[in-house]
Every structure is written in structure tokens, then in C-alpha cells.
């Protein structure tokens, strides 16, 4: 809730402008306010960057007043939704059913989900991560079928949004592996599959590091995303890496 309609407008075309010239470029998603989607989309038309939105409605069509469903926002063209972002669980209380309600109405409609999971700092300290992501995993994707739908799972450790504190490459690592494990017992799918984002103060000064391991395969960007040369800077380091991995 930080840019209105022209100023993310204006950001949409800078990261646009970003990857001109690139024969190979990054998979870039943006994810404007509700308020901006149409015009966020309709500046990109032309361009290689996709759109998606901060939340998605949990019901095709009905009396939700205050929700916006998938096939709304597949309408304004957006190809990928947030679900379950930090803020979402922890600031408006949403809970891991209506989640999962969330994450279901995406896979029946053409909007890809980015699943958002994390541990907050009490239980980092306590050494129980795995067992909370776990529980959190369990509950969005158990019995769940991807059929031909993409999903996307974000880790994004809740201590360290917004603080300027980011796991360590080992941490990182460690949970992503974890992740992924679980992720293939509970949909008895390919662990490849899934592609899986870290996010948590991914800045220009960490991106490439992060980038360059491999399980993790992309981020998931917070308040860099805001400043066009910090988003840029990142985007670069994701570029740097796929042509490292090409020669």
C-alpha cells in the first residue's frame, strides 16, 4: 500500500525499460495494488514483464464484498496472485484454511498462486521451523491436485521482512531443501516442479548470492521493489546468473 495508479505505472515502465535489449532475460513479475492492476497491465502489453496481484478472493462470483475473485483479475490480465503473504497471516489474521480456500480458486482458474510460508522469530529461536512451515504446508496443499496449473511457493522467514535482516545462504538453503521435500511428499510430484522463491530484504547487495544457488530459483522482492535502480540492480543479478549458467 505504498504507490498509487501513476507512480506504479511509472515503476512498471522502468523495470520494462530494464530488460530491453536482452536477448535472455529473467521471469519478472510485478504485483501493483488492486487500484493499478489495469493500468500496470495495459503499460506493460508490450513488454516481457508479467503482472500479479497482492491477494485473491476465494469464490468465483457472489456476495463477497471487498473480495476480488480469479476470474476478475484474469480479466485484468494478471497471471500470478500472492497467497498468504506474511502480512496477510499476521497482520489481518488469515488463517491457514482460508488459505488454502485462496490457493484452490486459483488452481481451478488460469491465475498461477505464489504460496507464502515462514516461520516468525520466536519459533526461528526455538529451533521449530521446519515443524511450523510443515504444519503450514500441510494444510495448504494436502490432497491438493495441480493437474496442469503452476504453483509457486515463496519462503519467506517473517523475522526477516522489512528488517533488513536476511537469512544466511545456509539458512536459506536449508529450508528451501526442506521445502522442497515436503512439497513432493505431499503432492507426489517432481521436486523440481514446483519452483521455489526466497523472500526476506532481498536486496541488490544479496540477490546474486541467493540467485546463484540452486535450490533456490527466485525472490521474492519487498521494499527494493519500491526503488527502480534497486529492482533493476536485482533483476541484473538474476541475468548475471542465467548467462553464468549458459557458458
Not at 533493476?232 to 548475471?240: F, Q, T, V
Request: charged share 20%; aromatic share 6%.
Amino acid at each position: 500500500m505504498h504507490l498509487g495508479i501513476r507512480e506504479s505505472v511509472a515503476l512498471a515502465r522502468g523495470v520494462s525499460r530494464s530488460l530491453r535489449g536482452q536477448e535472455v532475460v529473467p521471469e519478472v513479475a510485478v504485483f501493483p495494488s488492486f487500484t493499478a492492476l489495469s493500468e500496470v497491465r495495459k503499460a506493460l502489453a508490450r513488454s516481457r514483464v508479467h503482472v500479479g496481484a497482492q491477494n485473491v478472493g476465494t469464490d468465483k462470483q457472489g456476495a463477497f464484498t471487498g473480495e476480488v475473485s480469479p476470474s476478475m483479475l484474469e480479466d485484468v490480465g494478471c497471471r500470478y496472485a500472492l497467497v498468504g503473504h506474511s502480512e496477510r497471516r499476521w497482520v489481518f489474521n488469515e488463517s491457514s484454511e482460508l488459505i488454502r480456500q485462496r490457493l484452490e480458486a486459483c488452481l481451478t482458474s488460469h491465475v498461477t498462486p505464489v504460496l507464502c510460508v515462514g516461520e516468525p522469530r520466536e519459533v526461528r529461536d526455538a529451533g521449530d521451523q521446519e515443524s511450523f512451515v510443515e504444519a503450514q504446508l500441510r494444510v495448504a496443499l494436502s490432497g491438493l491436485s495441480l493437474g496442469s496449473s503452476d504453483l509457486f511457493i515463496a519462503y519467506e522467514p517473517v523475522w526477516a521482512i522489512g528488517s533488513g535482516e536476511t537469512a544466511t545462504i545456509a539458512q536459506a538453503l536449508e529450508m528451501h531443501a526442506f521445502i522442497r521435500s515436503t512439497v513432493s511428499s505431499l503432492l507426489s510430484v517432481d521436486p523440481d516442479r514446483v519452483p521455489l522463491l526466497y523472500g526476506g530484504s532481498v536486496k541488490p547487495e544479496n540477490a546474486y548470492q541467493l540467485l546463484r544457488e540452486r535450490e533456490i530459483d527466485g525472490v521474492l522482492v519487498g521494499g527494493a521493489s519500491l526503488k527502480i535502480h534497486a529492482f533493476a540492480d536485482i533483476m541484473k543479478a538474476a541475468l548475471d546468473v542465467i548467462t553464468a549458467q549458459r557458458i
